[in-house]
């Protein structure tokens, strides 16, 4: 009982925070995840945990996830994670003898999936932001025909996801995911099981390629300049993904005023009213960053961590000056500016 209500209080304060950071999160097709039926949700990935937030949050299902082993990096931790129905995996780069402890971790996932859970894969392995979806690993296969083989009648169903981020280095952002429709798990069972993965692998990533920007390795630079250029709206895949095959003939994007200068008024006086936050992201967080699709990440940990607690400090401090009238006014005009300066 207790779990459930950390998860769930968790959950609620995730929801908030996404909320205060995204403009606008679409969720496109949601209803083609079942609720129902055991699920294996697998989408592409970009913007490091973010991707995994928005879908434990606005998903329409309690889901595990698999998470990389080397973020268990102390029992506390580990413990903390657990509590997210976070499942570590292992890969080469954690050591080879660790590999093994993969064997128990989709054993559990095959018990989790017959019990009709929801169990969350990013079948690349790794994030990138760039808008292309890269080849994916074998590791969700091995899951699915193993969970098969021990449960040949389920009705397991694979649902690909694409993400699609407007300015994922940016903030304010918005975000678009389109759920496809599920692939059902026993419609390659008749297949010999090398036959099968590479089936599975191919079928999926034509899947995803179609549900989020997907631009050709080789010619990747020219490409997103000229989307760029064109003001792309990269919350629209199927649009952009047309204008790539169309080779730039036929592209068709909305061009949405745009309020720049009054937003940057507003943003401007909302970093005034968190300076303190601020100037420890930008001095002190960010700086450390060395990857950019961590950026977001840790941004977003800054807006629900000490955002909060320092309009909590600043109200206490105005409460003792001025009565509690004055701060709590001060404290929803904050939260005003905030609303504003994002969703505006």
């Not at 129902?36 to 945990?49: F, G, T």
């Not at 993400?163 to 975000?175: G, L, S, T």
Request: aromatic share 12%; charged share 20%; hydrophobic share 45%.
């Amino acid at each position: 009982m207790l779990n459930k209500i950390w998860l769930y209080s968790m959950r609620s304060y995730l929801e908030l925070g996404l909320f205060f950071y995204f403009r606008r999160i679409h969720m496109i097709y949601l209803n083609n995840i079942p609720k129902d039926k055991p699920v294996l949700i697998l989408p592409n990935h970009q913007n490091a945990l973010l991707d995994a937030l928005i879908i434990a949050v606005k998903v329409n299902r309690i889901s595990y996830f698999l998470t990389r082993a080397s973020a268990f990096y102390s029992p506390l931790i580990a413990k903390i994670l657990k509590s997210y129905k976070m499942l570590p995996v292992y890969r080469i780069r954690d050591g080879i003898r660790t590999i093994k402890k993969n064997n128990e971790v989709f054993e559990a996932c095959s018990e989790l999936l017959n019990q009709n859970h929801s169990l969350v894969i990013f079948p690349e392995g790794n994030h990138n932001l760039k808008r292309t979806v890269r080849p994916l690993s074998k590791g969700f296969t091995r899951i699915v025909f193993d969970t098969l083989e021990k449960h040949p009648d389920l009705d397991l169903q694979l649902v690909p996801v694409g993400f699609n981020y407007k300015r994922p280095e940016c903030f304010v952002d918005e975000v678009s995911l389109y759920m496809g429709e599920p692939i059902k798990a026993q419609e390659y069972r008749g297949y010999e099981r090398n036959e099968a993965v590479v089936k599975l692998k191919a079928d999926l990533h034509q899947s995803i390629s179609k549900l989020t920007t997907h631009i050709p390795h080789d010619h990747y630079g020219d490409i997103i300049k000229k989307l760029i250029a064109q003001e792309a709206d990269f919350l629209n895949p199927q649009l952009v993904n047309e204008c790539i095959s169309n080779n730039f003939k036929k592209c068709s994007f909305e061009k949405k005023p745009q309020n720049t200068m009054l937003r940057q008024w507003f943003k401007g006086l909302l970093i005034l009213n968190l300076w303190l936050p601020y100037l420890i992201w930008k001095k002190v967080i960010e700086p450390k960053i060395k990857e950019v699709e961590f950026v977001s990440t840790y941004r977003f940990t800054v807006v629900i961590t000490l955002v909060p607690f320092y309009l909590l400090i600043l109200t206490l401090i105005l409460t003792g000056i001025f009565g509690w009238f004055i701060a709590i006014t001060y404290l929803l005009m904050v939260i005003i500016l905030a609303l504003i300066a994002v969703k505006y």
